[in-house]
T-cell receptor, first 115, second 112 residues
Framework: DTAVSQTPKYLVTQMGNDKSIKCEQN?????MYWYKQDSKKFLKIMFS???????INETVPNRFSPKSPDKAHLNLHINSLELGDSAVYFC??????????????FGPGTRLTVL | GDSVTQMEGPVTLSEEAFLTINCTYT??????LFWYVQYPGEGLQLLLK?????DKGSNKGFEATYRKETTSFHLEKGSVQVSDSAVYFC???????????FGRGTSLIVHP
């Protein structure tokens, strides 16, 4: 009955590889997000999708490409991984993209380590 | 633009001590304000929220009051437990904005 799930939980890979992180939410939410959390716990928004369409794309290298096959899934693909990509990546969802009162629901995170 | 400023951590307390984590914000309009908590190895989860001035959010013994005059939303708890050790994030969200603005997080460490 997990609300927002991510796979894998840990990902260790070599520089230059391509990897994907999957996210699924079973809350029926319209909007999904990807965040990057650095070692100092700072959260940075990367992307936001509303009903499968990209609505926010912050300054992120184009090696990062989100894909939303349907409203319940938002996957993150990363090409040519670099050392600086090492971080914890969180997927999140919310019910309505524009109302101020709605909260976000976060997944458990994927810890990516690039060697 | 919108911004949220939290006190730097870590905040280190003994069990049963009183907790305050300061949060101030800058935003146009009338945002909703949130506190999220991140326990070790987990994702963020909503702790409490307030949607208009003078509202008080509360949950699990934590409280925060939306103070528009001081643009603040300080988190308080009367008696902390070891299990409260976590990182706490203050956040705001304006109507019409697709993404919330998060503070940098404040780590709380509670010793027995």
């Amino acid at each position: 009955d997990t609300a927002v799930s991510q796979t894998p939980k840990y990902l260790v890979t070599q520089m230059g590889n391509d990897k994907s992180i999957k996210c699924e939410q079973n809350l029926g939410h319209d909007t999904m997000y990807w965040y990057k959390q650095d070692s100092k716990k700072f959260l940075k928004i990367m992307f936001s999708y509303n009903n499968k369409e990209l609505i926010i794309n912050e300054t992120v290298p184009n090696r990062f490409s989100p894909k939303s096959p349907d409203k319940a899934h938002l996957n993150l693909h990363i090409n040519s991984l670099e050392l600086g990509d090492s971080a914890v990546y969180f997927c999140a969802s919310s019910q309505d993209s524009s109302a101020s009162v709605v909260e976000q629901f976060f997944g458990p995170g994927t810890r990516l380590t690039v060697l | 633009g919108d911004s949220v400023t939290q006190m730097e951590g870590p905040v280190t307390l003994s069990e049963e001590a009183f907790l305050t984590i300061n949060c101030t914000y800058t935003a146009t309009g009338y945002p909703s304000l949130f506190w999220y908590v991140q326990y070790p190895g987990e994702g963020l989860q909503l702790l409490l929220k307030a949607t208009k001035a003078d509202d008080k959010g509360s949950n699990k013994g934590f409280e925060a009051t939306y103070r528009k005059e001081t643009t603040s939303f300080h988190l308080e708890k009367g008696s902390v437990q070891v299990s409260d050790s976590a990182v706490y994030f203050c956040a705001l969200r304006r109507g019409g904005s697709y993404i919330p603005t998060f503070g940098r997080g404040t780590s709380l460490i509670v010793h027995p």
